[in-house]
């Protein structure tokens, strides 16, 4: 957590300054066409944890992979014709694509929440476009402000809720307000409507020349709200301090198993973990027990994980 967060101006010195901090970990907050987001490094799970602890947001959802252009979204994800049409047709600007993740991605499965897709964007924004440009890496970007606040539309805005969290707001003036971007799903053969938003979804099905599937209330950001989610093959044991017969133990702290969270007790380093040791532990076919998680700070997100993934099924 920063002491002090730095006002960068959009300037070759600010976005200099801003890309240096994204490459070391830290969080910068960067205008869009809609609102100023919160950026870390996708590729860092220390990084993208820490975007979850400055703005108290409550559980791990998917994030937005903001990109400099589409040539370095096609590096991460299984392209396809629709997604070039969309692409050619809309980018940048206000449109979200939900692709398949090509093997041996590197993104942090913080950014996808372990699942086997991510959300891509290239935004618009002069500034955006500039500060990914010269740091030349996906950047997760939610909205820059404590959770369940209003979103922000100027640095003010940022430095009012996140001063101190952060460790700098690029400051380019208000940003022209308007709604979110539309998401489109396109890993299946059917395109869907994930969430309308500022591209109407006429023009999305006239690029295409087909209609959209409609989901309901869908929201690509938080797309984990079942009950059961995340979840490993086999059964998942939590508050365990230790493994029964046939178990697998996922440690914590002094708690140890098969692989630790965080023998330090950092929840940062624990979220950043999480999914990662879900997968190497599920791949052993056996039922999984995990230690107790202070149920404080990101430990409530990381809770709210493991009793999805434990979750009658």
Known sequence: MADQTETLKFDPQG???????????????FPTETVYGLG????????????YAAKGRPSFNPL???LADADLARSYVQWSDMAEILATAFWPGPLTLVLPLKPGHGLSTLVTAGLDTVALRVPAHPAARTLLGTFGGPVAAPSANPSGRISPTTAAHVMAGLAGRIAAVLDDGPCDVGL???????????????????????AVE???????????????????QLASHYAPRGRVRLNATSAQAEEVMLGFGPVEGVLNLSRSGDL???ASH?????????AMERPIAVAPIPDRGLGRAINDRLRRAAAPR
């Open 15 to 29: 976005i200099a300054r801003a890309a240096e901090l994204l490459s070391s970990g830290q969080l910068v907050a």
């Open 40 to 51: 870390a490094d996708a590729r860092d799970g220390d990084a993208v944890a820490r975007v």
């Open 64 to 66: 937005i992979a903001h």
């Open 180 to 202: 979110e971007s539309t998401i489109v799903g396109l890993d299946s053969a059917t395109p869907t409507l994930l969430r309308a938003g500022g591209l109407p979804q006429e």
């Open 206 to 224: 006239a690029a295409l020349g087909v209609p959209l599937s409609i989901v309901s209330g869908a929201d690509v950001i938080a797309p984990g």
């Open 268 to 270: 940062v380093e624990a």
């Open 274 to 282: 999480l999914f990662d040791h879900l997968h190497r532990l599920d």
